[in-house]
């Protein structure tokens, strides 16, 4: 006689308790850049809205900058590292294939044995754990789950490269989630398109640079015109889905919070969504450049604490990169952290 397999069930609903980021303290202006690529600031900032972006140093990697960001992340929940059931790490700049970084983030934090991965996805790689860490929670296979979204761009660039040079940029931001009395993270739509893999891709691979180390050392390419083509107007019927899966309209909204790609990708899905005028729209690439999985949190940061927006307020992510991936859900925001200072 087969034995049966007891179910297990968690909290009704899931919520993001609390967020905490890194900013790295070496700010580079476009100055700084524009000799390598024959640029100037004018044409950077016309072409993405950059003015400025931060570099880690070279001892910060996107385990530092994680810790940091996760400590403030579980200070503004107001639950204790015993409380962390699980650690999800969104990257792309782990420079090691194994082991993973979310263990040893995990560690840093004396948060002891709680699952711990990462998760690969671009740049809408914070959206993607975010759905996950939802799901674990409702499901109960974690009470409390800590994500981050964590990058360091600038040990992935090419310098002289002058499509993606002024464009990247380094970071991190944390959010624990865990339960919730109402509906406070929507219904996560999300896909690939992997026909559009080659516009935004690492090259060459480590395979071809251990067998060859005189070639090129592997860095992020992109085709810059082709994500500008997609992006805008594949994210705009996503986003609308989200909304609709939410039970949210877009006149309920609080905040539109896309991942930090371009200020001329984020324009042009304002306006094909017709977001109106006292909905606050993330602009945190003029500042802190884009951080791939690390933009999201670091933008809802960012509004939350210039007054834009509040904690509890209703937002929208939408994230999309390499893949191409994308996600986008409708949150509530979570309190953030002000009692430690946001940079490493």
């Given at each position: 006689m087969s034995a049966d397999i007891a179910a297990i069930t968690g909290a009704a609903h899931a919520q993001m308790l609390g967020l905490g980021v890194c900013r790295p303290r070496r700010v580079v202006p476009n100055v700084d850049l524009t000799s390598a690529i024959d640029s100037s600031d004018e044409w950077i900032q016309t072409r993405s809205g950059i003015r400025q972006r931060r570099f880690a140093e070279a001892a910060e990697n996107v385990i530092t900058m994680g810790v940091s960001a996760g400590q403030r992340a579980i200070s503004a929940s107001g639950i204790g590292v015993g409380d962390i059931d699980c650690v999800i790490m969104a990257t792309s700049t782990h420079l090691y294939q194994t082991p993973a970084a979310a263990p040893q983030v995990a560690h840093q934090l004396n948060i002891r044995g709680a699952a711990a991965f990462d998760v690969s996805a671009?740049?809408?790689?914070?959206?993607?754990?975010?759905?996950?860490?939802?799901?674990?929670?409702?499901?109960?296979?974690?009470?409390?789950?800590?994500?981050?979204?964590?990058?360091?761009?600038?040990?992935?660039?090419?310098?002289?490269?002058?499509?993606?040079?002024?464009?990247?940029?380094?970071?991190?931001?944390?959010?624990?989630?865990?339960?919730?009395?109402?509906?406070k993270i929507g219904p996560v739509v999300w896909g690939s398109d992997g026909s559009q893999s080659h516009a935004i891709r690492q090259e060459p691979s480590w395979g071809e640079f251990r067998s060859d180390p005189t070639i090129e050392r592997p860095a992020v390419r992109m085709e810059g015109t082709a994500v500008f083509r997609w992006a805008p107007f594949t994210m705009a019927p996503v986003a609308r889905k989200a909304l609709d899966k939410a039970g949210v309209t877009i006149d309920q909204l609080d905040a539109f919070i896309p991942h930090q790609a371009n200020m001329r990708i984020t324009e042009a899905m304002a306006r094909s969504l017709k977001i109106p005028a006292h909905v606050a729209i993330a602009r945190d690439i003029t500042e802190a450049g884009n951080t791939s999985a690390a933009s999201v949190p670091l933008a809802i940061d960012t509004l939350i604490r210039g007054g834009e927006a509040r904690a509890g307020g209703i937002a929208l992510l939408i994230a999309f990169g390499a893949g191409l991936?994308?996600?986008?859900?409708?949150?509530?925001?979570?309190?953030?952290c002000s009692d430690l200072p946001v940079h490493n």
């Open positions: 671009g740049c809408a790689g914070f959206c993607h754990a975010l759905a996950l860490a939802a799901d674990m929670v409702r499901a109960g296979s974690a009470g409390h789950v800590l994500v981050i979204g964590a990058e360091k761009l600038s040990d992935n660039m090419d310098p002289t490269d002058r499509s993606t040079a002024f464009i990247f940029a380094d970071g991190a931001g944390a959010v624990v989630v865990g339960p919730s009395r109402t509906p991936s994308y996600a986008a859900q409708v949150v509530a925001l979570p309190e953030i």
